[in-house]
């Protein structure tokens, strides 16, 4: 039998697809009697759609060029 | 130019006055190592007894086997270099780009395609090499005096390529680009267990009457069997002993036990039992505990080494299995730690040479001479590091590199094109800093810092990885340098394995069904940035560069320098932390977002 601490170590392997199929069995067998675990699961897959969704960090091409231009022109002044 | 200061060793340095007559130029591997002579020395005396002197092989044979191991490894200083000795030896440039392209349909003989496929399976993934090859080749008409100088070639591209690597060397000739497309090498043919070796005929010989064998019994007190095997060859034997006596037993640069250290270190991260066992032996018998040598063999970070010799331990396994991540950088941080550049030469050398003794040992068969007290059982899941992208390519699986006519075209000078470079990457690199740094003003401030270090090294980057990867591994760099400069407690190398166990979820409510309709897109960004800016760093910038920058796990753990493992305990343990941060936000009665 599995707990619900091997479920959590797979829990990543388990949503990206990665566990041999009787492992998978296994955590399937775990999740269809453990409330919590089934929790888990269902929010980190949320957790991962509302991260991958949000854009986070990202900025717009504009915020970039000036960084560009510093960088170009240090370059040609070492080379001159 | 190389990584060491090259000094004048005058017109009558007899290894360079034989290159000169041998190739009509000295190459830049030799010619970086001028601070040791005496490794010039012992390298020259293994080239010429393995390579230059005809016996059994002819010589264009053994260079096919370097070019298209060279190509496997991705090292574009040996491939060129190779090629330039195909052509000298008269091989038509039209015949050279099919051995290129595909070694296999080059119209080689059958025998000939055999001879390479089984010398790119022991170059590559020599843990998986077993008796079958070897028999099967001697089937094809090989005699054991060619399979043995096949053997030995192949060890001696695995030395050079590693060498080259080291020492920073830089291509005499037009580089040869190393086509995206390249040879499949190896008979898909499981291992046989328990086929030990040793594989090919031998001599018995008496230590008494054989010189080369009582140098072993003087300086080890006994012949070691990899040696035993190749009986047939004692003017290789005795440059093998000459090259051991000198990287090796000699210790006034870095001392025996160091060197001992690397080959233990190496060894085991080749899965070479052989080595592990007979090297832990001779630990012990210079006053290492067995289980010390255990720890330094499953893993140097947690053995009892000074912290010097825990840096260098780190520099010769990233320079012997991934050596495409491998720079100028490495060099300076061993600087760091105090090491002069004599010391530093001498741990590219016996890597070198811990990668010549693997790869002979797993051709040959060799027996261990003592119990191993640890078999390395070649798991192809397990091996994943030896052969996976980031250093022994696949090289069919490879996708072209989109940056590499860019690329190209900045490193022959065409300054302007750099910018487009910056204007691809420029998203990718931010997030990795804010990642590492956790501090968005900080990581633009980085950006440049980065990509001036992209510019500056641009000659240094090998192409054995995606321009991408490397670009972020450098982003990485400098960003836990920054890291370090503030003193900050945070680092992304601390044992994740020990805070892995036992992470139990708090927030156990249930999320709502559509949680993202609980609020605005700018609310959820908002908390996104706040939860994963207060991760701690080794799991931020896993986070973000699985998850936001969508990174593969393979270019991940590649850029970060970690194991596949190691990155998806981290991702793991840092996508539960963001779950437990949003919990609160999303289950079913929260309403709304505060930040």
């Not at chain 2, 001392?255 to 052989?274: G, M, P, W």
């Not at chain 2, 070198?352 to 899941?381: I, K």
Request: charged share 25%.
């Amino acid at each position: 039998m599995i707990s619900c601490t091997d479920f959590m170590a797979e829990i990543a392997n388990y949503l990206d697809g990665e566990v041999a199929a009787d492992v998978r069995s296994q955590l399937e067998n775990h999740l269809s009697h453990c409330k919590t675990c089934q929790v888990v699961l269902d929010s980190t897959r949320k957790t991962l759609k509302i991260v991958t969704d949000s854009g986070s960090f990202d900025l717009p091409e504009a915020a970039f060029k000036p960084i560009a231009e510093r960088i170009m022109a240090r370059i040609r002044s070492a080379r001159r | 130019m190389g990584y060491f200061r090259e000094e004048e060793l005058g017109s009558s340095f007899p290894p360079f006055v034989a290159f000169l007559d041998e190739f009509g130029f000295v190459p830049h591997v030799f010619r970086a190592q001028t601070i040791l002579p005496r490794l010039i020395e012992a390298e020259a005396a293994l080239l010429s007894t393995i390579v230059l002197k005809e016996q059994a092989l002819p010589r264009i044979q053994k260079e096919y086997i370097s070019l298209t191991l060279a190509q496997a490894n991705r090292n574009t200083y040996c491939v060129t270099a190779h090629h330039q000795m195909l052509r000298l030896l008269g091989v038509p440039e039209q015949q050279l780009d099919r051995i290129f392209g595909d070694y296999a349909q080059a119209g080689l003989s059958p025998a000939d395609t055999d001879l390479l496929s089984f010398t790119l399976k022991l170059g590559t993934i020599g843990p998986f090499v077993s008796r079958d090859d070897v028999t099967g080749a001697l089937a094809h008409g090989w005699t054991d005096e060619s399979m043995l100088e096949a053997i030995l070639t192949t060890a001696l591209t695995n030395f050079l390529c590693t060498l080259s690597t080291g020492v920073g060397a830089a291509p005499e000739f037009t580089p040869r680009q190393i086509p995206a497309i390249g040879p499949s090498p190896f008979f898909a043919k499981p291992s046989s267990e328990g086929s030990s070796g040793p594989y090919l005929r031998a001599i018995e010989r008496n230590p008494a009457d054989f010189p080369p064998f009582a140098f072993f019994v003087d300086e080890f007190g006994f012949v070691p069997n990899i040696f035993r095997a190749q009986t047939l060859r004692p003017d290789i034997l005795e440059a093998e002993a000459s090259a051991i006596s000198t990287v090796l037993l000699t210790g006034d640069v870095l001392t025996r036990l160091q060197k001992e250290y690397i080959l233990l270190a190496v060894s085991a991260a080749n899965l070479n039992t052989y080595s592990v066992a007979v090297h832990g032996e001779m630990l012990r018998t210079l006053g290492v505990a067995a289980e010390d040598s255990d720890q330094i063999a499953a893993d140097h970070h947690q053995a009892r080494l000074a912290e010097a010799d825990q840096a260098l331990l780190d520099f010769a396994l990233k320079l012997a299995v991934q050596p495409s991540m491998f720079s100028r950088s490495d060099i300076e941080a061993l600087r760091s730690h105090g090491f002069i550049e004599e010391q530093i030469l001498e741990a590219v050398a016996m890597t070198s040479l811990t990668n010549f003794l693997n790869t002979l040992q797993m051709g040959l068969g060799a027996t261990p001479d003592f119990a191993p007290r640890r078999v390395f059982r070649p798991d192809p899941a397990k091996i994943a590091h030896l052969s996976a992208p980031a250093h022994r390519p696949s090289l069919a699986e490879r996708p072209v590199d989109p940056d590499a006519e860019i690329v190209a075209r900045v490193r022959n000078g065409d300054l302007d094109v750099f910018e487009e470079l910056i204007n691809r990457h420029s998203r990718r690199v931010y997030r990795t800093l804010v990642g590492i740094l956790g501090n968005e003003d900080e990581a633009r401030d980085a950006m440049q810092d980065t990509f001036l270090k992209v510019f500056q090294h641009l000659g240094d980057f090998q192409q054995r990885s995606k321009f991408s990867t490397w670009l972020v591994s450098i982003a990485g760099n400098t960003g836990l340098q920054r890291l370090r400069e503030r003193r900050h407690l945070e680092s992304l190398d601390d044992d994740v394995s020990a805070s892995e166990e036992g992470f139990r979820p708090r927030e156990v409510r249930a999320w709502a069904d559509d949680p993202e309709e609980l609020c605005s897109k700018a609310e959820i960004r908002a908390l996104v940035e706040k939860t994963v800016m207060k991760l701690p760093a080794k799991y931020r910038v896993v986070v973000v560069l699985r998850d936001l920058e969508q990174l593969s796990i393979e270019d991940t753990a590649e850029a970060l320098g970690l194991g596949i493992p190691a990155l998806k305990a981290r991702h793991l343990r840092g996508r539960l932390m963001v779950r437990e941060a949003l919990s609160p936000h999303f289950t079913g009665g929260a309403q709304g977002v505060t930040v």
